[in-house]
Nanobody
Framework: QLQLAESGGGSVQPGGSLRLSCAAS????????????MGWYRQAPGKERELVAT???????NYADSVKGRFTISRDNAKNTVALQMNSLKPEDTAVYYC???????????WGQGTQVTVSL
């Protein structure tokens, strides 16, 4: 069973940067990791969970319009990790950020426990 663990959240002032990391563990092989699109989602208080960015096994990426040009998602298939570099952070980026792995064959999702990101003065 694949498990995800996030790290790197915290508090920062507007304009600052944070880097989130997600490590996958469990029964993983290179064959299995190819089946997953990795991504980051976020959920702010009172709002629905929303896509931030995804990265496929071939390293192609997809970003929400609200983070384009500020956030960068990356993936290391050898280490089974995915990272989210967040620059020029805004107060509206404040949310709990979740790491996600979506199986492209079965369609099921695996979620990490979430990490809080707070952007304020």
């Amino acid at each position: 069973q694949l498990q995800l663990a996030e790290s790197g959240g915290g508090s920062v002032q507007p304009g600052g940067s944070l880097r989130l990391s997600c490590a996958a563990s469990g029964t993983i092989s290179r064959l299995i990791s190819r089946l997953y699109v990795m991504g980051w989602y976020r959920q702010a208080p009172g709002k629905e969970r929303e896509l931030v960015a995804t990265v496929s096994d071939d390293l192609s990426t997809n970003y929400a319009d609200s983070v384009k040009g500020r956030f960068t998602i990356s993936r290391d298939n050898a280490k089974n990790t995915v990272a989210l570099q967040m620059n020029s952070l805004k107060p509206e980026d404040t949310a709990v950020y979740y790491c996600n792995a979506r199986n492209i064959v079965r369609g099921d999702n695996i979620w990490g426990q979430g990490t809080q990101v707070t952007v304020s003065l």
